[in-house]
């Protein structure tokens, strides 16, 4: 009798070490993809925590350039994929990322709390979790003193060499610009739009990095930015002069996606990730750090956010329009504008 306790003792012993020792196992982990600037602005650095604790695992976020570079990299990967969500696919490559068959449908728990108009797939494979917002016109208000309230203001004599615009070819700002225009004056309309305003372009550089520097530096008085920008210099530097207007034919709708990607093994943790996207924990910090809109309406916003630029609507174009011809509409600008 005395061995069979002893050995009932032992066996108890062993199956609570084997429990701790399943305890003790190290935190699943989350690998998920992004921008340069979506880690280096502190979103990640802000929330990870939060959903670490909650699911007893380890978020590593990963950027590879800017969303383009990301997902074209995620194509190479497709055969084998390194990573189980991607954050930050933005509007102008909606169609390229569905189309390329990346994601796996989930539609979050939460889904009801996204605006129906901005639920852009049907299918769910991409979450809007950020936006609307828009580029708009960033003026300093010291030398305008009545700045374009529409496209067609900006052909007015008194704002000739006034702007400063990133070339489509190079610049994500640049192509929005592009198709902003087409949106609003039709495949027809927009070349001949753009040889006007030839008059009022200043300069257009490269990328958005080098048109602000030279905004700031005051060699011209506008320059095609984002809505968010006074709020911007408003918290980060106490400047007041800065100003942007968003022409009244609407701003250019920018939306940011979210996916899982197929073949993940985290299926099941990825799926709470997208939820935790969407909950009120996220979305709170999405404008401090991202200087973007949180996508889910009535979210708590920082005092600042009063100096974004307001839309009076938001234009866009199909996702598959975009994909199909954008290099034709770029093509066609080189020639008709560029090369004249």
Known sequence: MKRVIMFLVIFVMALNLTGCRREAQAPSELTIYTYDSFISYGLPEATNSIFEQRYNCKVNYLS?????????????????????????????????????????????????????????????????????????????????????????????????????LEDPRTSGPGMSLLLWTIAVYGEDGYINYWKQLNKTIFHIYPGWDAAFEAFTKGEAPMVISYDTDPAYFY????????????????????????????????????????????????QKEIFAHQWMNPIVPDTPLPEYAAYVAKASKYLTLPPEEISQKSEQWLQRWIEEVVSQ
Not at 120 to 144: M, Q
Not at 244 to 256: C, D, K, N, Q, R
């Open 235 to 282: 918290h980060e530097e106490q400047i007041t002069k800065y100003k942007a207007v968003i022409p009244e034919e609407g701003g250019w709708m920018y939306l940011e996606f979210a996916g899982i990607i197929k073949g993940t093994k985290k299926s099941e943790l990825a799926q709470k990730y997208i939820d935790f996207m969407l909950s009120p924990e996220f």
């Open 64 to 164: 590879f350039g800017d969303s383009k570079e990301v997902l074209n990299r995620l194509l190479l990967e497709k055969d084998n994929p390194q990573a189980d969500i991607f954050v930050g696919i933005n509007i102008d490559d909606l169609d390229k990322a569905l189309s390329s068959d990346l994601f796996v449908s989930y539609k979050p728990q939460n889904a009801d709390k996204v605006p129906p108009e901005y639920v852009l797939d049907s299918e769910w494979r991409l979450v809007p979790f950020e936006g609307p917002n828009s580029i708009a016109i960033l003026y300093d208000s010291e030398k305008i003193k009545d700045p374009p309230k529409s496209f067609n203001d900006l052909l007015k004599p008194e704002f000739e060499k006034t702007l400063i």
